[in-house]
Structures are given as structure tokens and as C-alpha cells.
T-cell receptor
């Protein structure tokens, strides 16, 4: 079965500082991994995804994530935080079996950006 | 182009009532999935429909049902509402059945409050 663990329910950084949001996954098959962002009172927006190929994936708004199979991790980073990055971030893995390819999400990490 | 749309945006019901939530996918998308997001948690998969047929079901009771119409829009129905059904209900659409590299695009959600 697939699962996702996001370390840290709340991360706070200063504007201009590095953003690092941690995600570890468990999967019995090669995983497809996703990061979504959710702004207050809105739905989910895809930031980036890893399927196959290059392990460093670049997404929108300056975010990127690196797939590390040996560490079963898919951490999300951004070199310099902006106030507009304040939101909740969800890591997800593609499910198999009964979930028929739908997404299995972590519990989310809320990012706060201090001026 | 219009994204995924959902109606209503907010809904208040009392225990034991029935509710119907609606979703219109992105034009050209034939697959619709429903997720439940309880406050403080990541979204959890409920149903997937493709070409009007159920393609997957998550671990939800039979009080939850859904259907997809010939124009690919979808309804989620919940009977005998419980307080625990209070959540944000998200609809996601994709071109093909969710799986592999397929990206799901999410709507803004319907926030249901059960009193």
C-alpha cells in the first residue's frame, strides 16, 4: 500500500529565506509523486510532479523537488520565500489497487512567511 | 478556459438530511474524482468516474454515492448526514482515468457544515 508522511505540520520562514518542506513516501511500486498547494478557502493547485526520468523536478512559482529513492523522499524547496508563498502544501503519491490510481495525500504542511 | 467548477460553494445541513454536490469538469476531461478534506487533514479519495462508470471507490460508507452524466459532469450524494461529514468536498478532473502520469485538476470545493 502507498502512504505519505509530511514532517512538520507548520513551518515558518522569513521572507527571502530557504523553504524546505519534507515528504517521505512508502510505495511497493515505483511511485508517481506530486506536490499541491492550497491557498485559504481554495482548491488544490498542482506545483509539480515526478513520474519517471530526471529526479530533480521544477515546478511553478520557483519551487522544485528532488526524488531520492534511497531515502524514499520527495522534499519541496524554494531558494527564497515570498509572502505570497504562505499556504498549505500537500505531498501525494499515486495510489494503486482499490484506489484506482487516485491520489493519496499527506496531512499537509502549513507554510507561514514572516516579513 | 474555465477550470473545474463546483456548486454550491457553501452548504449547511442538519444531521440526518441528504445533500447533493455538483461538479463540472474542465472541457474535454472525461474523468471526475471526488475527495473529502476534513479540517486539518489531507484530501481522502471517495470516488472516481470515467465515461459514466465508477472506476474506483475509497473507504467510505454506502451513504456516499455518485454518478456521472453524459456531459461528464458529476454529482456526489450523501444520505443520513452525520456531524463527521462536515468537510470540504473537492472534485478533480482529468483527461483520462486517473493513474500513471495523468494530472488531476481540482476545483475550489464545496464546504459542507453538518449541525
Amino acid at each position: 500500500a502507498q502512504s505519505v508522511t509530511q514532517l512538520g505540520s507548520h513551518v515558518s520562514v522569513s521572507e527571502g529565506a530557504l523553504v524546505l518542506l519534507r515528504c517521505n513516501y512508502s510505495s511497493s511500486v515505483p511511485p508517481y509523486l506530486f506536490w499541491y498547494v492550497q491557498y485559504p478557502n481554495q482548491g488544490l493547485q498542482l506545483l509539480l510532479k515526478y513520474t519517471t526520468g530526471a529526479t530533480l523536478v521544477k515546478g511553478i512559482n520557483g519551487f522544485e523537488a528532488e526524488f531520492k529513492k534511497s531515502e524514499t523522499s520527495f522534499h519541496l524547496t524554494k531558494p527564497s520565500a515570498h509572502m505570497s508563498d504562505a499556504a498549505e502544501y500537500f505531498c501525494a503519491v499515486r495510489g494503486y489497487g482499490g484506489s484506482q490510481g487516485n491520489l493519496i495525500f499527506g496531512k499537509g504542511t502549513k507554510l507561514s512567511v514572516k516579513p | 478556459d474555465a477550470g473545474v467548477t463546483q456548486s454550491p460553494t457553501h452548504l449547511i445541513k442538519t444531521r440526518g438530511q441528504h445533500v447533493t454536490l455538483r461538479c463540472s469538469p474542465i472541457s474535454g476531461h472525461k474523468s471526475v474524482s471526488w475527495y473529502q478534506q476534513v479540517l486539518g487533514q489531507g484530501p481522502q479519495f471517495i470516488f472516481q468516474y470515467y465515461e459514466k462508470e465508477e472506476r474506483g471507490r475509497g473507504n467510505f460508507p454506502d451513504r456516499f454515492s455518485a454518478r456521472q452524466f453524459p456531459n461528464y459532469s458529476s454529482e456526489l450524494n450523501v444520505n443520513a448526514l452525520l456531524l463527521g461529514d462536515s468537510a470540504l468536498y473537492l472534485c478533480a478532473s482529468s483527461l483520462a482515468p486517473a493513474g500513471g502520469r495523468e494530472t488531476q485538476y481540482f476545483g475550489p470545493g464545496t464546504r459542507l457544515l453538518v449541525l
